[in-house]
């Protein structure tokens, strides 16, 4: 299996930055694609960037031109930066990892870390 976790969340103020990121360990040649996912308070968990083995990269609208996703060359950590972050980019964050389909096609989920965007 494969085990997620996340940090680097915390409280920013407006037009701030931070950098979160997701440590992998486990089975990680059985992982393809990576996102990360959000889910503010009494709302759905969206997809806010996804990453895939070959690098490329896909963007929610309203994180574009502003959030980036990466991952390091060994495939261990998955990074989210995040810029010019704005009230609606509070929310909680998930790092989230999707088994190629020959076995089994599951996806695994970190804990979640907080970002706080504070005006």
């Known amino acids: 299996q494969v085990q997620l976790v996340e940090s680097g969340g915390g409280v920013v103020q407006a037009g701030g930055s931070l950098k979160l990121s997701c440590i992998i360990s486990?089975?990680?040649?059985?992982?393809?694609?990576m996102n990360w996912w959000r889910q503010a308070p009494g709302k759905e968990r969206v997809l806010v960037a996804g990453?895939?083995?070959?690098?490329?990269?896909r963007y929610a609208d309203a994180v574009k031109g502003r959030f980036t996703i990466s991952r390091d060359t060994a495939g261990n950590t998955l990074y989210l930066q995040m810029s010019s972050l704005n009230l609606e980019d509070t929310a909680m964050y998930y790092c989230?990892?999707?088994?190629?389909?020959?076995?089994?096609?599951?996806?695994?989920w970190g804990q979640g870390t907080q970002v706080t965007v504070s005006s």
């Open positions: 989230n990892a999707h088994q190629r389909p020959y076995y089994g096609g599951l996806d695994f």
């Open positions: 990453i895939d083995e070959g690098g490329l990269t």
């Open positions: 486990g089975r990680r040649g059985m992982i393809d694609n």
